[in-house]
């Protein structure tokens, strides 16, 4: 009994009879399982003719085996050929039984039918299985749209917000606020540069020219020049430097350049070498 067939007859009588379950389908399987004596008999002897019909078909096959001299493309225009021979002899043919006991009709009748059960159950865990996983990732999925709605609402509000603040300012209000956030920037600036001015000449001062002498005595081998500039100079212009060029921060090290203050840049990690021109440095980035 097919599956279209066997839904067809649980609709019609389901009405009177419950339906099983697969525990109860199987234990009536394995209770109807023994087949008669004279079944069992009538099975061993079609099989035992079915198998002696592959026997004789396997040694027609070996005898009409191609002689392996012949050109392989002969071979397999004959293959061919004779697989469509094949081919239209199986579609000619029209199916029938193997056997006409009853017992045996039934007994493959029920193994189909346990078997189509087991993959029917396997059919529906896969199916729940999936059916979790979708609920879940339609649970996240309802979260995140949630989280995405409120985010919108959030920016919405602030877009409106700034709507009205800009309805309510005026363009030379935001001209004045404007100038007056300049100006007070760059008093700031002005104001760090002094302090740092200060701080450099307190605790890094430019060294002075020295007498002969002196220098003779403690062997100081560096001589100054009158061109040096101080660290709180090299430091603006390494900073000039990054603000008006930043897709080219490196300043070329020339005579200006006291070699103690780069080493001591470098050093502590306030500026870095160029990594092919050591006659190049840039400030660090601290952001």
């Not at 191609?66 to 199986?90: F, G, N, Y």
């Not at 029920?110 to 865990?125: A, G, I, N």
């Not at 979708?134 to 700034?162: A, M, P, S, Y």
Request: proline residues 3%; aromatic residues 6%.
């Amino acid at each position: 009994m097919t599956s279209s067939k066997l839904a067809v007859f649980l609709n019609k009588h389901g009405h009177r009879h419950r339906l099983l379950t697969m525990d109860e389908v199987r234990a009536d399987g394995e209770v109807a399982a023994q087949l008669s004596e004279a079944a069992k008999a009538e099975l061993l002897e079609l099989c035992e003719e079915q198998f002696a019909q592959l026997e004789k078909l396997q040694e027609e096959i070996i005898q009409c085996e191609p002689d392996s001299s012949e050109d392989p493309e002969d071979q397999l225009v004959k293959r061919l050929m004779a697989t469509d021979a094949e081919l239209k002899q199986w579609l000619s043919m029209k199916p029938s039984l193997l056997a006409t006991n009853s017992d045996i009709l039934l007994q493959a009748g029920k193994d189909e039918m346990l078997k189509l059960c087991s993959d029917l159950e396997m059919v529906v865990s896969c199916c729940e299985a999936k059916r979790d996983k979708l609920r879940e990732t339609k649970e996240l999925e309802q979260k995140w749209l949630e989280e995405k709605k409120q985010v919108v609402l959030t920016i919405n509000d602030h877009i409106e917000r700034l709507r009205v603040e800009m309805e309510k300012c005026s363009e030379h209000n935001i001209f004045l606020e404007t100038k007056a956030k300049i100006q007070k920037v760059k008093a700031y600036q002005e104001n760090l540069m002094e302090n740092l001015g200060d701080i450099l000449a307190m605790h890094a001062p430019l060294s002075q020219k020295e007498s002969s002498a002196s220098k003779n005595k403690k062997n100081f081998p560096l001589e100054l020049n009158e061109n040096h500039i101080s660290l709180s100079e090299i430091l603006e212009v390494l900073m000039d430097k990054v603000i008006n060029t930043p897709h080219d921060p490196y300043v070329t090290v020339d005579d200006t350049f006291w070699p103690p203050y780069v080493e001591m840049l470098l050093r502590y990690g306030v500026a870095v070498r160029h990594q092919e021109n050591n006659f190049k440095i840039r400030l660090e980035t601290f952001f």
